[in-house]
T-cell receptor, first 116, second 111 residues
Framework: SAVISQKPSRDICQRGTSLTIQCQVD?????MFWYRQQPGQSLTLIAT?????????ESGFVIDKFPISRPNLTFSTLTVSNMSPEDSSIYLC?????????????FGPGTRLTVL | KQEVTQIPAALSVPEGENLVLNCSFT??????LQWFRQDPGKGLTSLLL?????REQTSGRLNASLDKSSGRSTLYIAASQPGDSATYLC??????????FGKGTRLSVIA
């Protein structure tokens, strides 16, 4: 399996501020994803983080609100900009390891964000 | 568009029981299906991946079956333990599209 770490593990932020979440993988991977899990809900894909090019966003998510960087094959960041209480969620980084077992996906431990 | 339904939404059982969690999906053109476990406020742990060509996959007390043509998968947990208490999520993978998740089954195993 892949070892994925995320920083911070949790944070409490004020409305209107921004938070950058880091995701580090223990080996090079092609596919990295960012998900959001709102309270009591399942996971929703925000975007696919592409190395060397702009991220691919899902419907309902825009780059101005959730800018993503992917400087290399082991690291990515997600920024939650101009936060409001509705952004309170768990944010999860995920990678796909094609060599592991038929494109199995692995998830990081998540970042629990509370916006006041 | 793939839609995933998990039944039951919540389940509470006494320790030692065998139980079955159900997952159904609308698009049967899948590459594989993963079952995950999520503890409260935490990330997801991959439990089992079952390929589209397989009928079932086993890991310890867990057994996942797949009926691709009918769009169903089940996760069987044998001899449940309090440590099995968590939310269980299934996610079919269509290959070139992201995983789509159900809302999960919240399991509570009572000692």
């Amino acid at each position: 399996s892949a070892v994925i770490s995320q920083k911070p593990s949790r944070d409490i932020c004020q409305r209107g501020t921004s938070l950058t979440i880091q995701c580090q993988v223990d080996s090079q991977v092609t596919m990295m994803f960012w998900y959001r899990q709102q309270p009591g809900q399942s996971l929703t894909l925000i975007a696919t983080a592409n190395q060397g090019s702009e991220a691919t966003y899902e419907s309902g998510f825009v780059i101005d609100k959730f800018p993503i960087s992917r400087p290399n094959l082991t690291f990515s960041t997600l920024t939650v900009s101009n936060m409001s209480p509705e952004d309170s969620s768990i944010y999860l980084c995920s990678v796909e390891r094609p060599e592991s077992s038929y494109n199995e996906q692995f998830f990081g431990p998540g970042t629990r964000l509370t916006v006041l | 568009k793939q839609e995933v339904t998990q039944i039951p939404a919540a389940l509470s059982v006494p320790e030692g029981e065998n139980l079955v969690l159900n997952c159904s999906f609308t698009d049967s053109a899948i590459y594989n299906l993963q079952w995950f476990r999520q503890d409260p406020g935490k990330g997801l742990t991959s439990l089992l991946l079952i390929q589209s060509s397989q009928r079932e996959q086993t890991s310890g007390r867990l057994n996942a079956s797949l009926d691709k043509s009918s769009g169903r998968s089940t996760l069987y947990i044998a001899a449940s333990q309090p440590g099995d208490s968590a939310t269980y999520l299934c996610a079919p993978n269509s290959g070139n599209t992201p995983l789509v998740f159900g809302k999960g089954t919240r399991l509570s195993v009572i000692a």
